[in-house]
């Protein structure tokens, strides 16, 4: 038999934070929705010996996204990360990879980002095509572990994250049903003008909608969600309102004895450049404030809808 051929791709960046810093931002595997674009969701199937296995969800268009399993190796003392495809795609044999942290001088340190990859000969046609989409990605990953190391003491001002939660005496499958179809929401929330869904994979949605504001304005995002029946629905908006840089967060189902706890998280960047659209003199902390107000109201009135939609049904 053959033996496999092999390719690296391999890039790195000047980041203004220390390796130690860098290192951190990486790992946090859960943050990368927040500042990676193409990030959804990361979600820890298992944690072992032989490392943390996550299944991950990323964007690849305006209507597609794709999910693989990687295994990841975290060295905080050698600021050293690890990771491999559970199943690569084809024709690869093998897909890895590892990011590595080096101090050079002055509170600046290196990362660099390698990928190795194996293949059977024969198919180098659609190995380079691989290839040159792990370079990208890889330039992509780099630049993202830059900005978001270097300004990490400015983003635990910009990032807000809350959760509301509301108690309901129903079941799982109808308070998540409400909630999971979108398609309804303009018959169903008051808040919502406009909505438009695609659903290209059964639980990958992805949708643009119309939110009226209490002054009768509108504005419009656009979504994709991640559905995980019947406990968790987690959404990224990958056209934001012109306030924000990113905003993510998730609808989660706790079923008790008694009934069900649903909460709504939300995780927000402040756009520091567009504080003035609150009006003059508007500071990081009103901006905050304002979101709180704002998000939280609609999404208590979501989980409140969903309460008495579900509770009709335990009563029939």
Request: negative net charge.
């Amino acid at each position: 038999m053959p033996e496999n051929q092999r390719e690296v791709v391999t890039g790195d960046v000047t980041v203004a934070a220390t390796a130690d810093a860098a290192y951190a931002t990486v790992a946090d595997l859960s943050s990368w929705p927040q500042f990676h674009p193409p990030a959804v969701h990361a979600e820890v199937l298992r944690r072992d010996p032989g490392g943390t296995l996550v299944r991950h969800w990323a964007v690849t268009g305006r209507a597609s996204a794709r999910t693989w399993q990687a295994r990841w190796e975290f060295d905080p003392a050698a600021r050293r990360i690890r990771f491999s495809h559970e199943t690569p795609p084809a024709p690869l044999s093998t897909l890895e990879g590892e990011w590595v942290f080096a101090d050079e001088h002055e509170g600046t340190c290196r990362a660099t980002l390698s990928h190795t990859l194996t293949y059977p000969p024969g198919d180098e046609a659609r190995v380079r095509d691989l290839v040159r989409g792990i370079a990208r990605n890889t330039e992509e990953l780099l630049q993202t572990a830059r900005d978001t190391a270097a300004r990490r003491e400015e983003l635990r001002s910009l990032v807000i994250t809350f959760e509301d939660t509301v108690f309901i005496a129903g079941s799982v499958h109808d308070a998540y049903t409400f909630l999971y179809d979108a398609a309804a929401w303009p018959d169903r929330l008051p808040h919502v003008a406009r909505l438009e869904l695609e659903e290209p994979t059964p639980g990958i949605q992805f949708f643009d909608m119309d939110t009226k504001a209490p002054d009768g304005s509108t504005h419009t995002t656009r979504s994709v969600r991640v559905c995980r029946a019947p406990h968790l629905i987690v959404y990224k908006q990958t056209v934001t309102p012109a306030l924000l840089d990113a905003h993510t967060g998730r609808w989660s189902f706790v079923e008790t004895p008694e009934g069900v706890l649903a909460s709504a998280r939300h995780t927000a960047t402040i756009k520091r450049s567009a504080l003035g659209l609150l009006g003059v003199g508007t500071t990081v902390r009103d901006a905050r404030r304002y979101l709180r107000k704002a998000l939280s109201t609609h999404s208590v009135r979501n989980l409140q809808l969903a309460k008495e939609y579900a509770e009709e049904r335990a009563g029939d």
